[in-house]
């Protein structure tokens, strides 16, 4: 290395430690608005903090820590570790900004129920049991439209409650993601239907599912009329084909 950069890499690290010690509460101060988004009061600094509660848009993340991971910036990044709890179950993941300005997250895991997952979402016509783990590698957030992702989502016990009762089991689904479509499998043991589908979600919201459907047992009628109305049956299986737009 010649001198010249040695001196730059010198000052770059040194800027890097001063603004990373400089007090949360501080920084919090300085930065720009965040609508949707309520920080309780913050303790330690930029490198390492907490604080007791984060709500986003209706979303409370408690006991909320954070950890600054500097040799991401090495790989043209800033990175931070966060951890805390949401729905009571513990929480964490990598959180981080490219020097391009892209936003991601990485190595995600969570435990929600998944009826808390549908009142967020707005779905007001679906009531669900069980709970959803989610362990995803990867997360990207176009500039508009619906993030991708790619790991894997279980739902267990997959159950409806209303408008029907219906038992899935368990069921799981498994993802890669491009920089536009997410692509991945959904597959549903134990209940009273056995379901593989592939499934695709687009950044736009555009999404398809092919599924192959199996009855296990009995079902509520309104379910065998829609499938008898809109999949063909193949073998005693049915073959569904659908896309829609979120």
Do not use: C
Request: hydrophobic share 45%.
């Amino acid at each position: 290395m010649t001198t010249g950069r040695a001196v730059a890499a010198g000052i770059f690290a040194w800027l890097v430690f001063l603004v990373a010690t400089i007090p949360a509460d501080r920084a919090l101060a300085l930065a720009p608005p965040m609508p949707g988004v309520v920080i309780g009061s913050v303790q330690g600094t930029v490198w390492s903090g907490h604080t007791g509660r984060i709500v986003a848009k209706g979303v409370a993340v408690d006991d909320v820590r954070w950890r600054f991971r500097p040799l991401s910036l090495f790989l043209g990044k800033l990175e931070f570790g966060l951890q805390g709890r949401l729905d009571r179950k513990p929480a964490h993941t990598l959180a981080g900004l490219t020097f391009s300005g892209a936003p991601y997250l990485q190595d995600v895991h969570l435990d929600v129920g998944a009826a808390e997952v549908l009142y967020r979402l707005g779905v007001k016509q679906l009531s669900v049991t069980g709970r959803l783990s989610v362990d995803l590698e990867d997360v990207r957030f176009p500039p508009d439209g619906v993030p991708v992702f790619s790991g894997e989502i279980t739902w267990k016990p997959a159950g409806v409650k209303a408008p029907l009762a219906l038992s899935l089991g368990s069921a799981t689904l498994t993802t890669q993601h491009s920089d536009t479509t997410t692509e991945g499998k959904l597959v549903a043991t134990g209940g009273a239907l056995q379901v593989k589908a592939d499934v695709a979600l687009e950044t736009t919201g555009a999404y398809r599912l092919d599924a192959t459907i199996r009855q296990n047992g009995t079902v509520p009628q309104a379910v065998t009329k829609f499938l008898t109305t809109f999949a063909d049956n193949e073998n005693g299986s049915y073959r569904l084909q659908w896309s829609d737009t979120l």
